[in-house]
């Protein structure tokens, strides 16, 4: 059973920094594949990075440059630093991963479809 856990999520002013951590159980962190999601309030649910078996990553244009996903394999965690934040970076974030099937039919990219995600963190950005 594949369990996922967020947590760092808070409050900060625009031009503040959060960093996100995500431990997995039941699920290899990156392998195959992981990302962090995001829901704004009103808005539909978005990918903002991905992370695949060999460390390969892509961001959402919004957030290239601000935003690093990466790993720690040794202790199975997946975290998001997020500096520079602004008021459209306000959203629920999701820790994310999907199965080796989605893997081989889409990749792992912003629109691989997703098989297991956390609750979610709360990220507030005050201007």
């Known amino acids: 059973q594949v369990q996922l856990e967020e947590s760092g999520g808070g409050s900060v002013q625009a031009g503040g920094s959060l960093r996100l951590s995500c431990t997995a159980s039941?699920?290899?962190?990156?392998?195959?594949?992981m990302a962090w999601l995001r829901q704004a309030p009103g808005k539909k649910r978005e990918a903002v990075a991905t992370i695949d078996r060999d460390g390969n990553i892509t961001y959402l244009d919004s957030v290239k440059g601000r935003f690093t996903i990466s790993t720690d394999n040794a202790e199975n965690t997946l975290t998001l630093q997020m500096n520079n934040l602004n008021a459209e970076d306000t959203a629920i974030y999701y820790c994310s991963a999907a199965t080796p099937t989605a893997v081989e039919l889409y990749g792992c990219n912003l629109r691989t479809p997703i098989a297991y995600r956390g609750q979610g963190t709360q990220v507030t950005v005050s201007s």
């Open positions: 039941g699920y290899t962190i990156r392998d195959p594949c």
